[in-house]
């Protein structure tokens, strides 16, 4: 199994990591990505990334940050890009909900990291909040950068719209398990473009709703994507991995 999207660097994790990571690695979780929100949450992920086998960073500023970043925070983060473990910018994106209310300037920051990993040909984590038209709009205009929908929680309508692009990519967290739109969406979710996440400390699935998430849980969400598409569990586990394998190409060397 492979958690793509997780939080070890939050500050949740910081009394038992070594654990949390064990008990994931026991119940088959090969690999985990560390994803950063702002600056310092990047470089933490990274050192977490550098520090156990398996475990990947993707770094990169939030829409939340895109009244108080500085060009340095950007330059930094750039920076990050040619560390080894480092597999994705993200997450970035628009979020007209709780984010600033120049979306003017959410979307200049959108705009310079996507060109930063276009740059160094690395693939970008949404985040989409009451902002998925605008988003769209802007990702349209990089057909050769591979995008993945982090936590995706649209419809059947959705769905079908990012059915239409081979470079854009879906990812299911433990909404998937307790919202039945997101399960009818899934039913079409591309085969090849589609694999699964935690999301932790947030979004534990069922059965462990209420709880702090933790990478081990991925598999509960998985189990609940077989039973929707209707195959076993490790063939849901083949092609997730498969899919995930594809688009962060983790352990390649990249120039
Ligand atoms: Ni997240």
């Not at 340095?72 to 910018?89: G, I, Q, R, Y």
């Not at 982090?150 to 967290?173: C, P, Q, R």
């Amino acid at each position: 199994m492979t958690d793509t999207h997780s939080h070890l660097n939050d500050r949740q994790f910081a009394k038992d990591l070594e654990e949390v990571i064990r008990r994931a690695k026991e119940v088959g979780v090969r690999r985990i990505n560390v994803v950063g929100y702002d600056l310092s949450s990047s470089q933490r992920a990274v050192e977490i990334a550098d520090r156990y086998e398996g475990l990947y960073a993707v770094v990169g500023l939030h829409p939340y940050e895109a009244q108080r970043y500085s060009d340095s925070d950007l330059a930094n983060v750039e920076t990050l890009l040619s560390h080894p473990k480092v597999v994705a910018v993200g997450e970035i994106g628009l979020d007209y909900y709780r984010g600033p209310r120049d979306h003017k300037a959410q979307r200049a920051l959108f705009r310079l990291q996507i060109d930063l990993a276009r740059r160094h040909k690395k693939p970008v984590v949404l985040h989409v909040r009451d902002a998925y038209g605008d988003v769209l709009d802007v990702i349209r205009d990089f057909p050769d950068v591979l995008f993945v929908f982090h936590s995706f929680s649209g419809n059947e309508e959705d769905m079908a719209e990012i059915l239409k692009w081979d470079n854009w990519y879906v990812s299911f967290s433990g909404m998937l398990t307790f919202l039945a739109h997101i399960r009818r969406a899934a039913r079409i979710s591309p085969r090849d473009r589609t694999f699964v996440e935690t999301d932790a400390p947030y979004l534990s699935p069922v059965p462990m709703r209420g709880r702090r998430n933790e990478p081990a849980f991925v598999r509960y969400t998985l189990k609940r994507l077989s039973e929707i598409w209707k195959v076993d569990f490790e063939e849901a586990e083949r092609i997730t991995d498969s899919n995930a394998q594809e688009f962060f190409r983790y352990d390649m060397k990249r120039v």
